[in-house]
Nanobody
Framework: QMQLVESGGGSVQVGGSLRLSCAASGHTFSTYAMGWFRQAPGKEREFVAG????????DYADSVKGRVTTTRDNAKNTVYLQMNSLKPEDTAVYYC?????????????????WGQGTQVTVSS
């Protein structure tokens, strides 16, 4: 089993920034692609960003492109999501997920392990 623990969520005002972290344990982190997803109340879980297991490929949802960056530090078994210029519509619970030897797919069904999520609230 792989354990994923997100942190860094909180409440910010419109235009603010947050950096989410996801710490992994239990498996060889460097062999897993990592994805970030979010789920707002009453909505389906949606893709935000992904990074391949090698770390050379990233992908972003159109809604966050240009405002969000995902990176990974394999030495720390951690993946990050830097979010800038936050908007109220970014309010959601943010989850990280792991997909062995993946490319950071936007398909949530490709991911084998999920964290418990961290709340992000953006207020105007």
């Amino acid at each position: 089993q792989m354990q994923l623990v997100e942190s860094g969520g909180g409440s910010v005002q419109v235009g603010g920034s947050l950096r989410l972290s996801c710490a992994a344990s239990g498996h060889t982190f460097s062999t897993y692609a990592m994805g970030w997803f979010r789920q707002a109340p009453g909505k389906e879980r949606e893709f935000v960003a992904g990074i391949s297991w090698i770390g050379t490929t990233t992908d972003y949802a159109d809604s966050v492109k240009g405002r969000v960056t995902t990176t990974r530090d394999n030495a720390k078994n951690t993946v990050y999501l830097q979010m800038n210029s936050l908007k109220p519509e970014d309010t959601a619970v943010y989850y990280c997920a792991a997909d062995r030897y993946g490319l950071g797919s936007s398909d949530k069904y490709k991911y084998d392990y999920w964290g418990q999520g961290t709340q992000v609230t953006v207020s105007s």
